[in-house]
């Protein structure tokens, strides 16, 4: 399948329109857009035309790539020595960890960047999401950050796909029971 532009500018088109209330989200004020992990590059130069497309709406973008962010959460854990089953054990049970674990410090660190931004103005853009896997879901991600992020909209570019609410990613099931935003399909 080939990159489609007019999904793009639909995804567009839904985060201004979420923004500016005129999109019920289901509750999330969350927009995402799937795509085939192979079209990467592609989706990344797409991003750059963004902040244009919203500042023509009177928005402005911040795009925030997710996987120096997880790569930043990781070192917290990447500096342990692992010398036997029982430590790796232990490492896969503390990055899991839903309080102190990659997940709970992703968010963390992508909260300063959401409340710097004017949620009546400024759409947070978020890419590069692979980095999560397979650490945790986009899902549980994006459910962490409708608590932390109040009324500002949340743009996703997302490489994988979407059946209805069900979220795939590199053709894995998201088992986390649904994605409660507007998707873009």
């Given amino acids: 399948m080939a990159w489609d532009d007019e999904r793009f ?22 927009v995402i857009l799937p795509y ?14 963004l902040p244009g497309k919203f500042q023509q709406a009177g928005m402005s973008a911040r795009l925030v790539p997710v996987a120096p962010i997880v790569a930043e959460a990781m070192t917290r ?4 020595t692992l010398s036997d089953a029982r430590e ?9 960890n839903p309080r102190q674990g990659l997940l709970s410090r992703t968010l963390d660190l992508l909260e300063p960047q959401i409340h710097a931004a004017d949620p009546e103005t ?12 397979p ?14 992020a109040g009324q500002t909209t949340i743009a996703v570019v997302y490489p994988g796909s979407a059946d209805q609410t ?6 894995l099931l ?12």
């Fill in 9 to 30: 500018d639909r995804f567009a088109d839904a985060a201004i329109r979420m923004a500016k209330g005129q999109l019920p989200g289901y509750g999330y004020r969350q």
């Fill in 36 to 49: 085939e992990p192979r079209h990467e590059l592609t989706c990344i130069d797409e991003l750059r035309k």
């Fill in 77 to 80: 854990f990447a500096r342990r």
């Fill in 88 to 96: 790796y054990a232990r490492l896969e049970s503390d990055l899991s």
């Fill in 122 to 133: 400024t759409i947070i853009v978020l890419c590069r999401l692979g980095a999560l896997y």
């Fill in 135 to 148: 650490f945790c879901h986009v899902s549980t991600l994006l459910d962490g950050l409708h608590s932390r």
């Fill in 166 to 171: 069900q979220l795939r990613f590199l053709g």
């Fill in 174 to 185: 998201d088992p986390t029971g649904g994605y409660r935003g507007h998707i873009v399909t």
